[in-house]
């Protein structure tokens, strides 16, 4: 069984020691990890170690980062397909707008609205962790999503950071 952690949105241009410490206590279970973009910079991308990172850029990535990760990607863990893409534009149908980039998909990771969600339509696990810096709208907390690949196919949940 392989452990993801996926966030988006931490719209950071350098790394600091409180990011560090939300990172090692989120991610500290997970062998692999996705950013679905709005990075800022690339370079906090570091604090992950070792670990494999698969990331996209977004809209708010400076251009060394534009220049330096693909705003889609396709990764395969363990025989199921994974898309990957920020997400643009307005919040009502992006969905259906990675959807199109990615319609044989097994999962589809994006980030781009702060919301997150966590649910299966049409037999494709859709997943955005929301907002790892707590900057989601109506005060949303910050979120980030945990995804185990293995015998039992595809299964992930949302999850908040503490704020300690």
Not at 8 to 29: C, I, K, N, W
Not at 83 to 92: K, V
Not at 101 to 127: M, N, Q, S
Not at 138 to 153: C, K, M, R
Request: aromatic share 8%.
């Amino acid at each position: 069984m392989i452990t993801v952690g996926i966030l988006s949105d931490t719209h950071l241009t350098s790394t600091t020691p409180e990011f560090q410490r939300a990172v090692d206590r989120a991610f500290a279970g997970c062998s692999t990890i996705i950013h679905a973009g709005d990075l800022t910079d690339a370079s906090i991308l570091t604090v992950f170690g070792e670990r494999p990172v698969h990331a996209v850029h977004g809209n708010t990535c400076n251009f060394a980062t534009r220049q330096s990760l693909p705003q889609v990607k396709i990764l395969t863990l363990e025989g199921y397909t994974i898309g990957i893409n920020h997400g643009a534009g307005p919040c009502a149908s992006i969905e259906e707008r990675v959807w199109n980039l990615f319609p044989e998909a097994d999962c589809i990771v994006f980030g781009h609205t702060h919301i997150p969600l966590c649910e299966k339509r049409g037999g494709i696990l859709f997943i955005n962790p929301g907002s790892f810096r707590c900057t989601g709208p109506f005060g949303s907390p910050a979120s980030y999503a945990i995804l185990t690949v293995g015998q039992n196919g595809l299964q992930a949940n949302i999850r908040n950071l503490p704020l300690s």
